[in-house]
């Protein structure tokens, strides 16, 4: 089961937080541009579940670092400050 108690974080914790994205869709491509584009993230700050390979290596190519990929939907959760899916 994938679950993880968040605590309620203001606006200037979410700029730093690591954002994990389980199930790499159109949408979901769409919000990690612009968290990547409008905000200054941290090395390692967005982290992708594994599915839909290309979509991840595109945002992976686009944005480098700040990206990581997980090996799993689990793995995403655990390293993760908030989560969507």
């Known amino acids: 089961m994938l679950t993880k108690n ?3 974080k203001t606006m200037s914790d979410f700029q730093t937080a690591r954002i994990g ?3 790499v ?4 491509s769409a919000v990690i541009k612009g968290l990547c584009t ?3 993230r941290a090395e390692g700050s967005i982290i992708l579940g594994p ?3 290309g979509k991840v290596a595109a945002l ?6 700040t990206v990581t990929l997980a090996s799993t939907n689990q793995e995403v959760v655990d390293q993760a400050d908030w989560v969507s899916y």
């Open 21 to 23: 994205v389980v199930g």
């Open 51 to 53: 599915r839909n390979a």
């Open 60 to 65: 992976k190519d686009a944005f480098g670092a």
């Open 38 to 40: 409008d905000t200054k």
């Open 6 to 8: 968040i605590d309620q």
């Open 25 to 28: 869709g159109t949408i979901a």
